[in-house]
Structure formats: structure tokens, C-alpha cells
């Protein structure tokens, strides 16, 4: 399989990443609290050097925003977007509901996405206009489009809960054929390819999703802010489908 240097670059960096994260998984670090009360280890540190020297090596005139290292050049015409452990809770519980985020944002476009969930055993990919795959089988998102029909899961409502939205988004719920919460990467592969049909989350941010936006989109799907606008390097909240369910999902939670 042939890729863009953009999308083989980033696969690169994922499985050098994957190899730090191996190494580190049920070794008992210690946890450091950050000052947004989110936890970091040495394993999210070392898995963000590796990425950001490969990128950086290939693509020295791009920018970089990381969770750890910090930023550089967000003002380039491409900026890559990394969270190195996107579920350290998950990771230093020892449960395999974490993964690594690679995105490529061009001109304040995400293109390229990579989410690489090693221990779980999915590596999710994708290019804006090429494609989207898991564990290297093409994949695309289903075709339910009606509501009473859908699956659709959620993840960090806090935010949703205690604002206007919220009764709204129970009325939703009510008329849903099922309702999940699978967080994190995991719902956003199980609805780039098919399984699923929505997803509903707030409090995340372009570190957490920006990769899983480029699948979702790259499988034909639809990834917006909870207001219907589009998610970039602000984004708060997020609206994911597969595409056809999306102004009917938006049209309940407007209530």
C-alpha cells in the first residue's frame, strides 16, 4: 500500500511510538499531576520526543503541537497535532483503552489522521480525499439514517449535563435504538467503519480527536462542533456521524 510522505511519516511515527508505549505499559511509573489535574508519566513524555524527532527530521519547516513538548510554528502552513497517550488514566490503570493521535493540519485543515491504540490492537488511518483504513482493511461508515435506528455513543459529558442542551440530548437518547459510551478512540473506529453511526462528546479538544475527525471524515462520514460548525484547533465538543444521520442528530439536540 502506497502513501502520501504526510501519511507514511506519520504511520512512522505511530509504530515508533507504539514500541516506547509497549515498553513502558504495567512497568508502575510515576505519575506526575499537571496543572489542568490530568496526569502525565514519563511514558507520555519519552512517546512525544519520538514522534516530534521524526516529524521534525522529515518535515523541519512544519509546525508542532504537542501535549507534552509543547508547540512550534503554529503559524506554519502545516502543523502536525500530537497527543503521545490519549488515555494516561487508562494507561497507568493498566486497561488498554488508550492511544496515540498523529494529525496533519494544512492551512487550518486537518488531512492526515493516525490513531494508534497498540495494546488494544487497532491502528486506525486516514487522508482527507484518499481514504480511511483499520489495521490496514479499507473501511467506511454505514448507512442507517434514521435515528430510531442508530447507534450512537458518547464520551465527557460533563459539560453537555450541565448545560441548555441537555434535556434536549435526553429526548435523543429516548428515541435511539442504542445508546454506548466506548470513549475515546474506540468509538471513533467503530464509526469510521460502520459499527456504530454517532458520537456524541464534550470537553475534548484537537489533541484528543483532530486524527479521529480525518478517519471519520475519510470514511464518509461527517465530524463537526455540537453546534453543526466545523471542529479545528478550538474545538471543544463534537457532533461525529455517518454523514446521514448527522442535520437529524443536530436537529434533536436543538431541540
Not at 143 to 161: D, F, P, Y
Not at 209 to 215: L, P, S, T
Request: charged share 20%; aromatic share 8%; with cysteine.
Amino acid at each position: 500500500m502506497t502513501h502520501s510522505i504526510h501519511l507514511a511519516a506519520a504511520l512512522e511515527a505511530a509504530h515508533a511510538a507504539a514500541d516506547v508505549v509497549r515498553h513502558y505499559y504495567q512497568s508502575n511509573l510515576a505519575i506526575t499531576i499537571k496543572a489542568d489535574k490530568s496526569p502525565v508519566t514519563e511514558a507520555d513524555v519519552e512517546t512525544e520526543k519520538t514522534i516530534r524527532a521524526i516529524l521534525a527530521a522529515k518535515f523541519p519547516q512544519h509546525g508542532f503541537y504537542g501535549e507534552e513538548t509543547g508547540s512550534s510554528g503554529l503559524d506554519a502552513e502545516y502543523v502536525w497535532i500530537v497527543d503521545p497517550i490519549d488515555g494516561t488514566k487508562a494507561f497507568v490503570r493498566e486497561y488498554p483503552m488508550f492511544s496515540t493521535q498523529i494529525a496533519l493540519m494544512h492551512k487550518g485543515k486537518l488531512i492526515v489522521g493516525v490513531s494508534s491504540a497498540p495494546v488494544y490492537g487497532e491502528l486506525a488511518f486516514a487522508e482527507i480525499g484518499v481514504g480511511a483504513w483499520l489495521n490496514d482493511a479499507p473501511i467506511r461508515v454505514s448507512t442507517v439514517g434514521e435515528i430510531e435506528a442508530a447507534a450512537l455513543s458518547t464520551g465527557n459529558l460533563k459539560t453537555l449535563a450541565t448545560g441548555p442542551q441537555w434535556p434536549a440530548f435526553g429526548r435523543l437518547v429516548g428515541r435511539l435504538s442504542r445508546i454506548r459510551g466506548y470513549g475515546d478512540f474506540l468509538h471513533y473506529h467503530l464509526l469510521a467503519s460502520g459499527r456504530i453511526d454517532a458520537v456524541v462528546e464534550s470537553d475534548v479538544n484537537v489533541l484528543d480527536v483532530g486524527a479521529c475527525a480525518v478517519i471519520v471524515e475519510a470514511a464518509g462520514g461527517r465530524f463537526t462542533s455540537l453546534d453543526g460548525g466545523s471542529f479545528g484547533i478550538d474545538g471543544r465538543d463534537v457532533l461525529a456521524t455517518n454523514g446521514r444521520l448527522h442535520q437529524p442528530v443536530l436537529d434533536a439536540i436543538r431541540g
